[in-house]
């Protein structure tokens, strides 16, 4: 659904290989295949989060890769990031990842994030996880007004 204008834009660019942090290649096995269906994709990121002996670490990295494919994860496999982040009791990864997924709705926040919060929200409930709008996270808490808008 949100894969078909990021798909079209990867075909044109897609690097199959990734730098690490000091500048070597490795293979990146989340790696998206050229004819991968949408629900292949999906499947595989609810697999990943949904194993049963993740860590925080691999939660974080799944994170960093789905969002590093520059699009709008499913709702469904944003429920699964927030179970793993339930079973490993990190609830600022959780707050985190539904801030990423806000981030990721980029202009079209005003009409994404709130499908995305309708979809999820019973999961929200379920495992009593807070939304960063119910935390006030998204108005900033000690901001001065522009001195362009006085």
Request: glycine share 4%.
């Amino acid at each position: 659904m949100f894969r078909i204008l990021t798909t079209r834009l990867l075909k044109i660019v897609r690097p199959s290989k990734h730098l690490n942090a000091i500048g070597t290649i490795r293979n990146n096995w989340m790696y998206m295949h050229e004819d991968e269906p949408e629900h292949v994709f999906n499947k595989r990121f609810e697999d990943f989060f949904n194993r049963c002996e993740i860590d925080g670490w691999d939660i974080r990295r799944g994170m960093n890769d789905i969002l590093g494919y520059d699009v709008i994860p499913d709702p469904k496999i944003i429920e699964a990031g927030l179970r793993a982040c339930r079973r490993v009791n990190d609830i600022a990864l959780a707050i985190r990842w539904l801030e990423a997924c806000k981030d990721r709705c980029g202009d079209k926040v005003d009409q994404v994030y709130p499908y995305l919060l309708k979809n999820i929200r019973p999961t929200l409930s379920e495992l009593g996880i807070p939304t960063p709008e119910d935390l006030n996270y998204d108005k900033p808490e000690l901001a001065l007004k522009s001195v362009f808008e006085m």
